[in-house]
């Protein structure tokens, strides 16, 4: 069985070859690519800790087969700030004080940064809420997370009409 | 926990798998978006020896029409039923039902056809292919067939999928413009499996109900039509009579057990509170 695959990972390529198809894209990420960054909650789908991006679109990287994703393109947390400075939604995090312990914010930043790709939420609170519905928070810094979203986002939109203007 | 060892293959074609998967004997498993097997392998609560990953079969994706029915690939993720104009316009009770299935990141990956393959009684999917009226294509090593969603679903998790076929695409009949269509469901937390889960779809022409289908999930041990009161609705006018009537059949249609998450006697009552809402939205908006 041939277990070499090729990854885009926060824009640089990395040929790993799997000891084993059972490798998830979360441990190939933790356990050997040195990117810990990305949280294992539950490794069953039910938390959201480990969400990254993958070809643009977030996923749980613990119900993601390594062996499956040969060619794909990954963004993880480690790969949000342009050096020093922030991911506007890191920074609208840090604002708003969306987070107490920080184990689940990774996960909620990705969650955030996939939703407002998807541009389906608008500015309402509630539509927020529900679309960050996988992504849970024992700390329960919900309310800053919601507030953080909704501000990151409209920091991004007001960004994209400065550059197209 | 870490999933039992396996092999592992790739095919390109429906062809290929399906000899791959007859290579491998009972013990292989397919494998599609992930999202019911990966947690189940890690539980070891399934233990194949070799996985068949069907996720680059070019012929499981797709969303096309082609007269009177739309065709929709294996493959087509949840994400694509809530987003693709050619669902929201052909089968728009899909599109409703989208949101209710998992969280988005699980959307993203999540394929129909795994989730009807897997045939869960409290999935949304599996029941909507009951109200649209779906046929399933399965193909296998003697060849390929169209099995309607009312033969399909046949026990708890089990479907007319045999071991070593495949899924290949849902065919469903194109909604017409007379046609009207609902859903809704009670779940503890946006995301959670619901407590029942109803979608309906109906034509209303000159006022009066005809082909009316009900189904519902989350009351038995499959995806379920509730035909007692889709004959309550037939011809006759969508109005407050007509609509009590088929919430009472429900009493005959629905035979709940009771579970951890509610007594029978409330899921009974949750269904036919969510029936009545459904109608009412659709008799509101006629
Ligand atoms: C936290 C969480 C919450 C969820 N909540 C919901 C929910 O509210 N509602 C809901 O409906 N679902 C829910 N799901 C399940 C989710 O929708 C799954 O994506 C779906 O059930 C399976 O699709 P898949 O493509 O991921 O299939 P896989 O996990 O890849 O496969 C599932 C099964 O189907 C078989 N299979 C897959 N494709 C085919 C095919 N084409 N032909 C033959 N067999 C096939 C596989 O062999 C396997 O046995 C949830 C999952 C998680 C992790
Ligand atoms: S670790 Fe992946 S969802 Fe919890
Ligand atoms: S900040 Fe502690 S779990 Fe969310």
């Not at chain 1, 090729?6 to 000891?19: E, F, H, P």
């Not at chain 1, 979360?26 to 690519?33: C, K, N, T, V």
């Not at chain 2, 499981?60 to 949840?78: F, P, V, Y």
Request: aromatic content about 4%; charged content about 20%.
């Amino acid at each position: 069985m041939d277990l070499s695959i090729s990854l885009t990972v926060n824009g640089v390529r990395r040929d790993v070859a799997l000891d084993n198809p059972r490798v998830t894209l979360l441990d190939l990420l933790r356990e050997r690519l040195d990117l810990t960054g990305t949280k294992k909650g539950c490794d069953r789908g039910q938390c959201g800790a480990c969400t990254i991006l993958l070809d643009g679109r977030r996923i749980n990287s613990c119900l993601a087969l390594a062996i499956s994703h040969d060619g794909a393109d990954i963004l993880t947390i480690e790969g949000l700030a342009q050096g020093e400075e922030l991911h506007p939604v890191q920074a609208a995090f840090i604002a708003h004080d969306g987070f107490q312990c920080g184990f689940c914010t990774p996960g909620q930043i990705m969650s955030a940064v996939g939703l407002i790709r998807e541009g389906q939420a608008g500015d309402d609170p509630e539509r927020v809420r529900e679309a960050m519905s996988g992504n849970l928070c024992r700390c329960g810094a919900y309310a800053g997370i919601t507030e953080a979203v909704l501000e990151a986002q409209k920091t991004l939109a007001d960004a994209g009409r400065r550059d197209a203007a | 926990m870490k999933a039992r060892a396996f092999s592992y293959v790739c095919p390109a074609t429906v062809a290929e798998a399906l000899d791959a998967f007859a290579a491998a004997g009972s013990e292989a498993s397919f494998i599609a978006g992930g999202q019911s097997l990966v947690p189940a392998l890690a539980l070891r609560l399934q233990a194949p020896e070799c996985l068949v990953d069907i996720g680059r079969i070019a012929e499981l994706r797709g969303i096309s029409q082609d007269g009177e029915w739309l065709r929709l690939g294996a493959l087509t993720r949840h994400v694509e039923v809530h987003d693709h104009p050619l669902i929201a316009a052909c089968a728009p009770l899909l599109a409703l039902a989208a949101p209710f299935v998992a969280h988005p990141a699980i959307r993203n990956r999540g394929t129909l056809g795994g989730s009807i393959a897997l045939a869960d009684p409290a999935s949304e999917f599996p029941a909507m292919m009951l109200a649209v009226a779906a046929e399933m294509e399965i193909a296998g090593p003697a060849g390929r067939r169209r099995v309607p969603a009312t033969d399909f679903f046949q026990d708890l998790y089990q479907t007319a999928i045999e071991p070593g076929e495949l899924l290949v695409a849902i065919h469903i009949p194109v909604a017409r413009p007379g046609h009207r269509c609902a859903f809704d469901e009670f779940a503890r937390r946006r995301g959670d499996y619901a407590i029942v889960g109803c979608g309906v779809m109906l034509a209303l022409p000159a006022d009066v109900v005809n082909e009316a289908r009900i189904a519902f999930l989350s009351v038995g041990s499959t995806p379920l039509r509730a035909r007692a009161a889709e004959a309550a609705l037939n011809g006759r006018p969508l109005d407050a009579a007509a609509i009590r009537d088929a919430q009472a059949a429900l009493a005959s249609d629905l035979d709940p057990a009771d579970d951890e998450q509610v007594p029978a006697a409330m899921r009974l009552h949750l269904a036919r509170v969510l029936l009545g809402r459904l109608l009412g939205k659709i008799a509101a908006a006629a």
